[in-house]
């Protein structure tokens, strides 16, 4: 046999299938919005670092035709048909950029250059030159053109380079940020990691607080060290240990009052039985002996209802609801009611008016059925029974009155309990009707109230909840 533990553990089940992990849905979810973090970052730290590059690049193309603009105002013997060499050290170029220049007159002649540059070129000036972008790929060019004026003459001027260097740049700058980034990225994921099982902690010291305990142990559990995400979880578990706590309270209280009270009933019945044996012996068994042992065996038979129908109307025991009409459920227990008072010459009343409510039929028939053996029993034979129903207030009212000597005020309360018999109560009762009707009207999320009634008696009225019109 497998071992079950020590005692007050239960066996460990088997998992039925691989349960999600919190842990790991929270580092799913976290990466990858750390990762859109870093990503932003990097690029946001690209873009001004080629914005950067950009602006160097520019400044030395600036520069570059600001000094040959200066060189050919300068130039006594005419205009310099090469760039100098300090403005191409300007340019921050590689030995492998190419460098372009065009330099054109007041009649648009070529005055020096002007190879690899085309015609329309944006027309700036020294104030505010002209930046332009020509070519694709591996031959885009990157100029600045101006207008300048040299010996009382106006030229244009374009000077333009191949972006190598400033390309290879920016890899290098974006190859210099992927690494640290990377690095980042994992040493994110690590402390995300640790901080989500830092974070869960708490949870072991619960799991293991629960486990240890054994069935019968429903103390709430501690709150103090519970983080604020997970209290409303514990303070759930804690309410539904109350209602574990109360439910096997009442179920330990039930059984105990069922064996006592079906002590008396069975040991009258077993010694009723012992009597007609010795009786049997001696000469034919009489009407009398077996009058008595039928009436002990219903008595026994009631109280092994009544019990039953208390079993079923406690709370936790299922209870099948529907929506129905109360006054046909009156009517459909009147068919059982009705024979029995005519027996007895009892007179039942019925004012009954159409009553909507969602109940269950089954823990409501027998609600009424104990209110009316109640009133036939102690009305007795002649006695008078009046029943009512109707809505009244967005409630569902029944009202069960009787001609008996009825209850005083300071035992109404008391009588609602269980197996509560008061002096010169009927010996064939069992204490259980009206507590029967009062957890049933509990189970409905109703209210009972007793007082007097107009035939002289007891007054039981009923007040549930009615469904919305």
């Known amino acids: 046999m497998p071992d079950a ?24 979810w976290l990466l990858p919005v750390a990762g859109v973090a870093l990503f932003v970052s990097a690029l946001a730290d690209y873009l001004v670092a080629r914005d950067a590059a950009s602006q160097a690049h520019d400044q030395g193309l600036l520069d570059a035709a600001t000094t040959y603009a200066e060189r050919v105002q300068l130039s006594p013997q005419g205009v310099p048909r090469d760039m100098p060499a300090v403005a191409q050290r300007m340019l921050l170029a590689e030995p492998d950029d190419r460098v372009f220049f065009r330099l054109v007159d007041a009649n648009g002649i ?115 060290p519970v983080p604020e995400e997970i209290r409303p979880v514990v303070a759930e578990i804690n309410d539904l240990f109350a209602r574990l706590d109360r439910a096997l309270r009442a179920q330990r209280d039930f059984v105990a009052d069922a064996a006592h009270q079906l002590r008396t009933p069975v040991a009258g019945l077993l010694a009723q039985v012992e009597a007609a ?63 029995r008072a005519f027996a007895h010459d009892v007179d039942i009343q019925f004012d009954l008016a159409r009553t909507p409510l969602t109940g269950s039929r089954i823990a409501l028939r027998e609600m009424l059925a104990n209110l009316v053996d109640n009133a036939m029993r102690h009305g007795g034979p002649g006695g008078r029974i009046r029943i009512g129903c109707h809505p009244a207030d967005g409630e569902a009212r029944i009202v069960v009155e009787d001609a008996g000597p009825g209850i005083a005020p300071g035992d109404r309360e008391r009588v609602l309990e269980r197996f509560c018999r008061l002096p010169g109560a ?44």
Do not use: N
């Open 5 to 28: 533990g020590p005692p007050g553990r239960r066996p460990r089940a088997a998992p039925a299938g691989r349960a999600a992990s919190l842990r790991r849905q929270l580092f799913f």
């Open 110 to 224: 070529v005055a020096a250059g002007g190879a690899g540059l085309p015609d329309d070129l944006p027309d700036g000036s020294a104030e505010a030159p002209a930046f332009f972008d020509l070519g694709e790929g591996q031959q885009r060019l990157r100029g600045v053109a101006m207008r300048f004026e040299a010996g009382g003459r106006p030229f244009r001027l374009a000077v333009a380079t191949t972006t190598r260097k400033r390309d290879r740049l920016m890899a290098e700058v974006l190859l210099g940020m992927a690494v640290p980034e990377a690095l980042v990225f994992m040493m994110t994921g690590l402390l995300l990691a640790f901080g989500i099982r830092r974070g869960l902690a708490p949870i072991a010291p619960l799991r293991r607080e629960i486990a240890r305990r054994s069935h019968s142990d429903l103390d709430p559990l501690d709150m103090a």
């Open 277 to 339: 044996e010795r009786a049997a012996a001696a000469r034919p068994l009489g009407a009398a002996e077996l009058a008595g042992v039928a009436a002990t065996a219903r008595r026994l038979s009631r109280l092994v209802a009544q019990l039953l129908a208390l079993a079923r109307a406690e709370p936790g025991a299922p209870l099948p609801m529907e929506d129905l009409d109360l006054a046909e459920v009156v009517r459909e227990g009147a068919e059982e009611w009705l024979p």
């Open 426 to 469: 009927h010996p064939d009762g069992s204490g259980l009707g009206l507590a029967i009707v009062r957890a049933v009207v509990a189970r409905h999320g109703g209210d009972i109230r007793l007082g007097e009634s107009a035939l002289g008696g007891l007054a039981v009225d009923i007040r549930l909840p009615a469904p919305a019109p």
